[in-house]
C-alpha cells in the first residue's frame, strides 16, 4: 500500500543518494538524446546507474516510485489503444499460440542450459529460465527452495539485456530513426484542467480494481484498461504530455539501474556469463519465432518480437510505444504469456517432483 508519511520519511532520509541518482540519470538521457539514441528518457539513465553503481556511487530509486511512474505510462497507453481493438483481437489467434509454443520450448532449452552448464539444481534452474518476471519468478523460486538470489539475478540481468538490445538492434541494424518526440509529442497545454481529476481517478479505480482482480503489474494493467475501454470506444481522446512521460522512464530506467547496486561482480563471478548466455538465447528465440509467425500471419515483425521478447509488462511496453508499435498487441501476449506460465508453475513442480521448501507449506 502507498503510506505517504513513510515514503516522505523515507525519501527524506535518502535525499542525498536520490538527488545524485537523478541528475545521473537526467544526464544519461540527455546523452542518449544527443546521440539520437532509441528511448533516451529510459535507456540513457540505466546505462549512466549502472555505470555509476559499478564505479561506486551509492545509487537510490525507491521502487514505490517507479510504481506511480508505471501508472503514469499505464495511462498514456491507454490513450493509444484505437477504436478497432476487437476487429484486431480476432488476426492475433496465430501469434497466440506462437507464443505459448515459444514459452515452452525457450524455457526448457535454457533450463537445460543453467542444468548442464551453470550448475543449477533444478528448481533455481527453471525459475531463472521461466520468463515470469523478475518478482514473480524469484518469490515462487524461494517458496519451492531454490536460490532466490541467483535467480533474481538472472531474470534482472535478462531484462536488461532485452530492455537495451531490442531498441539497439532496430536502431542500428534496422535503420530506425528516434523522432525525438517522448511519448505523443504533447505539450501541457494539450490537455484541458478540467479534465486531469477525470484521468486520475479513472486511473486510481483501474488500478484498484486490477488489484482486486489479482491482476500482475495493477498499476499498469488497471489505468491502461480503464482509459482505454473508453479510447476503444471512442469516448475520449486525451493526451499525456510528454514532460510526466520523461519522468516516468527516467525513474523506470534508473531504478532498474539502481538493483545492481546489490549484485558484486567478485561474488557472482561466471554466473553472470551464464545469464547473459540464457539472455542471449531468449531473445534470439523470441526474434526466430517472431519471424516465423509474421511469415504466416499479417502481424508486424516489430510487434511480435517485443510481444515475444522476455522483458516486463511496462519495459516492453515503453519499448513499443517509443518504437511505433502496437501497445495493445505487446501487453495482450505478455499478459497471456504471464498467466501461462505461471498455470505451468504446479504442472512443472508436479514433473519434476518438487516441495515447498521447509517454513513455506501450507
Request: proline letters at 6%.
Given at each position: ?174 535503420g530506425y530513426e528516434p523522432d525525438g518526440t517522448v511519448g505523443t509529442g504533447a505539450s501541457l497545454g494539450d490537455i484541458d484542467v478540467v479534465d486531469i481529476p477525470i484521468v486520475l481517478a479513472l486511473a486510481i479505480l ?38 510526466p512521460v520523461a519522468f516516468a522512464q527516467l525513474v523506470i530506467g534508473a531504478r532498474i539501474g539502481a538493483t545492481f547496486r546489490n549484485i558484486k561482480v567478485k561474488t557472482v563471478g561466471i554466473q553472470l556469463i551464464h ?75 508436479r514433473i519434476m517432483k518438487l516441495q515447498p521448501a521447509q517454513g513455506h507449506r501450507v
Amino acid at each position: 500500500m502507498f503510506n505517504i508519511s513513510i515514503h516522505a520519511k523515507e525519501l527524506g532520509e535518502h535525499r542525498g543518494e536520490f538527488l545524485v541518482t537523478l541528475v545521473i540519470a537526467l544526464a544519461g538521457a540527455l546523452l542518449f538524446a544527443e546521440l539520437r539514441l532509441p528511448l533516451p528518457w529510459m535507456l540513457g539513465p540505466l546505462f549512466t546507474t549502472i555505470i555509476a553503481v559499478m564505479l561506486g556511487v551509492k545509487i537510490w530509486m525507491p521502487e514505490w516510485m517507479r510504481s506511480i511512474m508505471i501508472g503514469v505510462l499505464g495511462v498514456l497507453f491507454g490513450t493509444a489503444i484505437s477504436p478497432d481493438l476487437a476487429e484486431q483481437m480476432l488476426k492475433w489467434l496465430p501469434s497466440v499460440v506462437a507464443i505459448l509454443i515459444n514459452v515452452v520450448i525457450t524455457t526448457a532449452i535454457v533450463m537445460a542450459y543453467f542444468r548442464l552448464f551453470a550448475g543449477h539444481d533444478p528448481v533455481t534452474a527453471y525459475f531463472s529460465a521461466a520468463p515470469g518476471g523478475l518478482i514473480p519468478m524469484t518469490l515462487m523460486g524461494h517458496h519451492y527452495g531454490g536460490d532466490e538470489r541467483l535467480i533474481s539475478i538472472i531474470q534482472s540481468i535478462r531484462l536488461v539485456m532485452t530492455v537495451i538490445t531490442i531498441p539497439m538492434a532496430f536502431r542500428f541494424l534496422a535503420g530506425y530513426e528516434p523522432d525525438g518526440t517522448v511519448g505523443t509529442g504533447a505539450s501541457l497545454g494539450d490537455i484541458d484542467v478540467v479534465d486531469i481529476p477525470i484521468v486520475l481517478a479513472l486511473a486510481i479505480l483501474g488500478y484498484l480494481a486490477a488489484r482486486r482482480m489479482r491482476l500482475p503489474v495493477p498499476q499498469l494493467l488497471g489505468p491502461m484498461f480503464a482509459i482505454g475501454i473508453l479510447s476503444a470506444a471512442g469516448l475520449a481522446e486525451w493526451q499525456i504530455p510528454d514532460g510526466p512521460v520523461a519522468f516516468a522512464q527516467l525513474v523506470i530506467g534508473a531504478r532498474i539501474g539502481a538493483t545492481f547496486r546489490n549484485i558484486k561482480v567478485k561474488t557472482v563471478g561466471i554466473q553472470l556469463i551464464h545469464a547473459v548466455i540464457g539472455s542471449i538465447v531468449m531473445i534470439a528465440t523470441a526474434v526466430l519465432f517472431a519471424w516465423l509467425t509474421t511469415s504466416v500471419s499479417k502481424i508486424p515483425m516489430l510487434a511480435l518480437i517485443l510481444a515475444f521478447a522476455p522483458g516486463g509488462f511496462a519495459e516492453m511496453a515503453i519499448v513499443g510505444f517509443g518504437l511505433g508499435a502496437d501497445i495493445a498487441f505487446i501487453v495482450s501476449h505478455q499478459l497471456i504469456r504471464f498467466f501461462f506460465i505461471i498455470g505451468l508453475v504446479p504442472i512443472a513442480a508436479r514433473i519434476m517432483k518438487l516441495q515447498p521448501a521447509q517454513g513455506h507449506r501450507v
